[in-house]
């Protein structure tokens, strides 16, 4: 059975010539029932298939792992069945959409080079039962850094589409662990992927109100100007904060800890987005691109005395027994902050904090630009606090369970995105 699929041609390396007519795309995500798929991907998948559903073309998903078939395949399903429909539509008809939607999907065992065969010789099998053309083959890598370099060769030698389709590779953070190792990562996947096929992404951009900055910026640039700056800034501060424990993840997580996974990508590239010159076109991502590296290029280094980090309780206890480890110290870090500097006049002196950790207080994310206050609270003698000035980018989660950008009364009344993401003014 087919169904429906995205008709943008974007990253194909095709721009400017005319568009592939419909054919059948083959989705593989590669990890498709690790923390991540569960969480984010095929809710995603899910979603574009409700919106893409008339598009012409029809496709089918993989999810793909080191588990048998037998073993992987309940678990498999169990994740897909809790894909959920926008609120707003009818529920006969989400009902028959996730019918169909887990109707396209199967688990498939992928370990080996023939698995990878078998994989491609089914899909070209499907292709020619239902009479249809292959636009192109999308490979999801949802696994940890280090695997990329042996699926990418095995995806390359055994699993490529016929002359004519395309392929598309995403590349998960995080990309590497260190610089050398990023740099030896591009080598190794340079050897088996054209850099048109790869796309190396941060998921955590694909949140509505992450997306949202920069147009929020800019919409309300008149009134942001002027007191995006040093003299009105006390303090920029990125929070991602969760009750969840390591459980489950710890093979990856304690290579990585909380700062390769989700501090140095997640919460960095937000920083860049609140502090970046505001690009002429936000649609250009190599627009985007050099404001970012601009940042980069005059943050502050980051002294022993601007970071503090740490563990939860019991993750040693769970790291060993899940490692099978009798004799074992792990000193991964599960919760860090920091304080960083820019080192431009605009930003001079303004301290921006990013704190990530498992296992704390409440789940929560958010970007909070916090102005200084010079009012001096005399109106009210019971109430000695002003209240703040400021703006929040909230993720969702925690006290409010939508995403949305809140500004406080005090400051300025916003110009508001006409889109799904809630933004007002805060009391």
Known sequence: MCGRFDSSQRGNGNEGQEPQRAGHVSVVVVGGTGDLAKKYLWQGFFQLYINQISSGYTFSFYGGGLSPVDKATPVFFEILKGVSCPRDMVLERCALLKDQFLRLAQYRRLKTTKHYQVLSQHIEQQLREEGMVEAGRLFYFSVPAFTYADIAEKVNSSCRPASGAWLRVVLEKPFGHDLSSAQALATQLASSLKDEEMYRIDHYLGKQVVSKILPFRKLNKKVLNPIWNKRHIERVEIVLKETLDAKGRIPFYDQYGVIRDVIQNHLTEIMTLLTMNLPDNLNSWEEVLQNK?????????????????????????????ELNKTSYMSITPTFAAVILHIDMAQYEGIPIILTSGKMLDERVGYARVLFKNDVFCVQNPSNIHCKPKQIIFHFGHGGLQHPAILVTKNLFKPSLLQDAVGGRVQR
């Open 293 to 321: 590296l601009k940042i980069f290029s005059v943050m502050e280094p980051l002294r022993v005395n601007q970071a503090v980090i740490g563990q939860y309780l019991n993750y040693h206890t769970e790291a060993k027994e």
